[in-house]
């Protein structure tokens, strides 16, 4: 493992959500969110505990991948969970893109 990713901070399991509540319970501090917004919905998580604690301040672009050939119930699926992301970040946008 290179010695540059000793510097970086871990979370696990409970520690998450106090972490995020205690970093982000000043009012002073803002969020952007970069992630996936694919079929699986574990990827409402993080989404859901930062909404929880940032509400209007945090914002995000979410990314969902198009591909050629998918199944209606995997783009419903992935459409659904996009719009449950969206709603999550008062100030978002869904960037779609083709793989």
């Known amino acids: 493992m290179r010695t ?9 399991d409970n520690d998450v959500d ?5 970093y982000f319970a000043s009012k002073e501090r803002r ?3 970069v992630a996936g917004a ?4 574990r990827a409402r998580v993080v989404t859901q505990r930062l909404a929880r ?3 209007d301040r945090l914002s995000a672009w979410f990314i969902r991948e198009e591909r050629g050939e998918t199944g209606h119930s995997l783009v419903g699926a992935a459409d659904a969970n996009a719009t449950a992301l969206a709603a999550l970040a008062p ?8 793989i």
């Open 38 to 41: 694919g079929f699986d919905p």
């Open 4 to 12: 540059h990713w000793d510097n970086c901070i871990v979370h696990f």
């Open 18 to 22: 106090a972490f995020i509540g205690e």
């Open 53 to 55: 604690a940032l509400g």
């Open 31 to 33: 969020c952007f969110l």
């Open 91 to 98: 100030t978002s946008t869904v960037e779609r893109g083709s």
